[in-house]
């Protein structure tokens, strides 16, 4: 994913003059080409979140469309309040393509850990959530949205799914209909989700946009009212949007990361194993939800 | 350019605070000369250009001290002065910090310390990038530079030589009894600014320090100031800071600004 994310960008920054790309001193490689074509709008800004989230705004004050790409953690939580303010209330635009969400830098301990990054930013109003689960997901939805008003924040994964289906942003996809109850599977969880169900009578939706949330879809393949949401971070994101659109009993469980602190390193398929993101602990939370 | 006395100004920021119950008025007294000489032909933009992209910009970071930005701004037009009528109130467009989405020549919703200087830094990267012949200035107060953000501003927008940018400290020394932050001309020449220090009360030398030339380099403009200028009562007296007078202190204020 983040090779295509490389050649996504340079793909925009050539054929878009607007664009303008800043690096927290990461990626720097990938984009030598980007950087010795268009030195006046590609960037190592270097290792200051603040000011380059700011400076960013600053970029679409003057019409121009900033593309900030560093580690999930420094670029959400350190600058929180620069995303809020410069951004969200000045009703800028811009984009944030992150990595290490969650514990995709498992062997490098918590402090290189996001799994609050989508929760913290759905904080804030307006802020739209990307989570893509291959990387042809990221290449068609960065391109569809990176122009429109708002921030995106696009979260790029370790990990991505065998399936492939094209994707809309802000729209949810359907891929089995089943009648006993309903998986959200948000990004590269949805491989996993589906082996789980493979022999259950079940819904399957993947969700590539977590906000604008596609509720239309959503609450219309929840006929079963038991609901499964499968989340890649801090579990919760999306529950109260789905709550509230729906008109009915919902039973809901989250599989998602458990908000303690991960002190353990290794990799991010450890972690997975430790957490239940696994197709048995799908397919056992699924078959709990129908029989009850 | 003459010096133009502004007590019609300190009558309107400390009439609105007194009628809202709400404002920093020692913080907007201490640049209120700074801002005159800015929007007094400093500044190329007008009402009729506020949304022009050749437009020099004017943020103000420390955003606390927006009454001293609306005065003049209602002064020179961008607004009627009746919407002071209506400062901190609920349908008000003017409130305790400035939102650029309702004011007309407000550049930048301030109010959070650290954002508004390197805000201004984009925009100036944003001109030059765009090949725009503008230029940006924004005001910081000392206490702000106690953020961390305001010296990665100072070393990032030295580094793409931002001689496009100005940044004028309001020196008030709001901060002495928390945080001090002296030798505010060395620190930014130390990275790599060019750095003067004037009387941010004496508008010729405001003027004259904002012509300085700086290629290659954002300009820092050191403003020496006392918070609450012009107002005895307030002056460096820290009990102001977030206040607002009583009909008899109004009463003695307006006395002293006749």
């Known amino acids: 994913m983040r090779k295509q994310f490389v050649t996504t960008v340079e793909d925009i920054i050539a054929n878009d003059q607007k664009t303008v790309l800043m690096l927290g001193d990461i990626g720097v490689f990938g ?17 200051l979140e603040q000011a380059t989230i700011s400076m960013a705004a600053g970029l679409n004050m003057t019409g121009l469309t900033p593309i900030v790409h560093t580690i999930a953690t420094f670029i959400t939580e350190r600058c929180f309040e620069q995303i809020k303010d410069d951004f969200g209330y000045q009703k800028l635009n811009g984009n944030i393509v992150s990595v290490g969400g969650s514990y995709d830098y498992a062997a490098l301990g918590c402090t290189h850990h996001a799994p609050d990054d989508v929760p913290i930013l759905m904080n804030i109003p307006t802020v739209q959530v990307v989570v893509p689960g291959t990387a042809g997901d990221f290449d068609s939805l960065f391109r569809q949205s990176y122009s429109n008003r708002g921030l995106r924040y696009y979260r790029l994964s370790e990990r991505e799914n065998e399936f492939r289906v094209p994707v809309k942003f802000g729209k949810a996809n359907v891929i089995k209909l089943g009648r006993k109850a309903t998986v ?21 939706i993947y969700l590539t946009t977590v906000r604008p949330l596609d509720t239309k879809t959503i609450t219309a393949n ?63 939370r699924v078959k709990e939800l129908i029989h009850e | 350019m003459r010096r133009k006395n502004l007590n019609n100004l300190r009558k309107t920021i400390v009439e609105a605070a007194f009628h809202s119950g709400e404002g920093h008025i020692p ?70 910090h400035p939102d650029m989405n309702k004011i007309p020549g407000v550049e930048a919703s301030t109010g959070s310390l650290g954002h508004g200087f390197p805000m201004a830094a984009g925009v100036s990267l944003g001109l030059k990038i765009q090949h725009i012949n503008a230029k940006v200035y924004v005001l910081i107060g000392d206490g702000e530079c106690n953020e961390g953000s305001v010296w990665e501003t100072a070393l990032i927008a030295a580094h793409h030589k931002l001689d496009n940018l100005c940044c004028i400290i309001d020196h008030n020394h709001s ?43 954002p300009l820092a403009i050191v403003a020496n100031t006392i918070k609450g200028h012009g107002i005895k009562i307030m002056e460096n007296n820290p009990a102001w800071h977030h206040k607002a007078p009583t009909r008899e202190e109004l009463s003695q204020i307006l006395q002293e600004l006749i």
């Open chain 1, 222 to 284: 929840l006929s079963s009212g038991k609901l499964l949401i499968c989340e890649p971070y801090y579990s919760g994101s999306i529950t109260q949007e789905i709550m509230s659109a729906f008109k009915g009993t919902l039973r809901i469980d989250h599989l998602g990361v458990p908000k303690k602190f991960l002190v353990n390193y290794g990799t991010a398929k450890d972690h997975d194993r430790h957490m239940g993101f696994t197709e048995k602990e799908i397919n056992r």
């Open chain 1, 31 to 47: 984009f030598r080409r980007s950087f010795e074509l268009y030195p006046s709008r590609v960037y190592n800004i270097g290792i």
């Open chain 2, 27 to 96: 913080s907007a007294l201490s640049i209120l000369d700074i801002l005159w000489v800015l929007y007094g032909g400093v500044l190329n933009v007008s009402p009729k250009s506020c949304q022009s992209i050749s437009r020099d910009r004017f943020i103000l970071s420390k955003g606390q001290a927006s009454l001293g930005l609306y005065a003049i701004l209602s002064e020179k037009k961008f607004f009627p002065k009746r919407e002071f009528k209506k400062f901190g109130s609920y349908g008000g467009i003017l409130g305790g």
């Open chain 1, 184 to 204: 959200i599977a948000v990004g590269p969880l949805l491989d996993k989700a589906l082996v789980a169900v493979k022999n259950l009578d079940v819904t399957v």
């Open chain 2, 175 to 217: 901060t002495d009894r928390a945080l001090k932050v002296d030798d505010l001309e060395e620190k930014f020449r130390s990275f790599n600014w060019k750095s003067l220090s004037v009387n941010g009360h004496d508008q010729l030398e405001i003027k004259k320090a904002l012509m300085t030339k700086h290629p290659g380099k």
